[in-house]
Nanobody, 117 residues
Framework: QVQLVESGGGLVQPGGSLRLACAVS????????IGWFRQAPGKEREGVIC????????YFSDSVKGRFSISKDDAKNTVYLQMNSLKPEDTAVYSC??????????WGQGTQVTVSS
């Protein structure tokens, strides 16, 4: 059974940082890409960033370039989303999935990130 569990969300002030984690079980990251997505209130879900099985990184949101980065720990089967210089417009529920474009049935439950003073 494939499971993805996000953690690390919370409330942070503008300019602050958070690191989200996506712990994956039931499959190995040696063969699967993991994408991070976010959905803000009243908006459609959007792709943020993705890391391939061979560690290639793709940004899907120009607004996060230079501020967000993605990495993975194969030993822990976990993917991390490092978010720096956070802005109020980054407020959203962040989810991970086993596909860079979200074309998968395997999603995590999401973690709330709120950027506010």
């Amino acid at each position: 059974q494939v499971q993805l569990v996000e953690s690390g969300g919370g409330l942070v002030q503008p300019g602050g940082s958070l690191r989200l984690a996506c712990a994956v079980s039931g499959l190995t990251l040696d063969y699967y890409a993991i994408g991070w997505f976010r959905q803000a209130p009243g908006k459609e879900r959007e792709g943020v960033i993705c890391i391939s099985s061979s560690d290639g990184v793709t940004y899907f949101s120009d607004s996060v370039k230079g501020r967000f980065s993605i990495s993975k720990d194969d030993a822990k089967n976990t993917v991390y989303l490092q978010m720096n210089s956070l802005k109020p417009e980054d407020t959203a529920v962040y989810s991970c999935a086993t596909d860079c474009w979200g074309a998968t049935e395997h999603w995590g439950q999401g973690t709330q990130v709120t950027v506010s003073s």
